[in-house]
């Protein structure tokens, strides 16, 4: 079973960002909130190099969190980065190494469940659905309210309004 609370949530920008300090903390806010850790958080990283000393990146990390023996919260971000460069830009007099480009966030969460609920058979799994049902909506609004909240973030992060 796999109920979908976010649907591909996107953030898109042209623009000046200081890319590593976006990337370092939304990975802590994920680890931060019980959804990731340093070492199973990403599972795609793509780097390409382009002309002019620009570069494409594709990342996708996939952070998850137990909830309980039958349901497992899943927040997937995905980011595609055209033509970043590295640029300086003065800020009260300090000068500061930034990255420049089309910059693309795309958040998803959904609840799925584990393999312990989908082997529930017949009246059991009826039983556990009636009794259930009220769980599984606290779950939705709880996930939703995680999921929005890390997406509110994100552009708080790069000064959009929410």
């Known amino acids: 079973m796999k109920i979908e609370i976010l649907k591909l949530q996107?953030?898109?920008?042209?623009?000046?960002t200081d890319f590593p300090e976006l990337y370092k903390y939304m990975k802590l806010h994920l680890e931060d909130i019980g959804y990731a850790d340093e070492r199973n958080?990403?599972?795609?990283?793509?780097?390409?190099?382009?002309?002019?000393?620009?570069?494409?990146?594709?990342?996708?990390?996939?952070?998850?969190?137990k909830k309980s023996d039958f349901f497992v919260f899943n927040i997937d971000t995905n980011f595609l980065i055209l033509g970043m460069s590295d640029t300086e830009l003065q800020e009260e007099g300090?000068?500061?190494?930034?990255?420049?480009?089309?910059?693309?966030?795309?958040?998803?969460?959904y609840i799925t469940s584990t393999?312990?609920?989908?082997?529930?058979?017949?009246?059991?799994?009826?039983?556990?659905?009636?009794?259930?049902?009220?769980?599984?909506?606290e779950l939705i609004k709880e996930l939703y309210e995680k999921s929005t909240a890390y997406f509110s973030y994100i552009k708080t992060f790069l000064g959009l309004r929410d």
């Open 41 to 65: 958080l990403e599972t795609r990283y793509i780097e390409r190099a382009k002309p002019e000393g620009k570069k494409q990146l594709e990342i996708s990390w996939h952070a998850v969190k």
């Open 94 to 109: 300090i000068k500061r190494k930034m990255q420049k480009g089309v910059f693309e966030v795309r958040v998803s969460s």
């Open 10 to 16: 996107k953030i898109k920008w042209e623009g000046i």
């Open 115 to 137: 393999d312990k609920w989908d082997e529930l058979k017949g009246l059991q799994k009826m039983y556990e659905r009636m009794i259930m049902k009220k769980r599984i909506d």
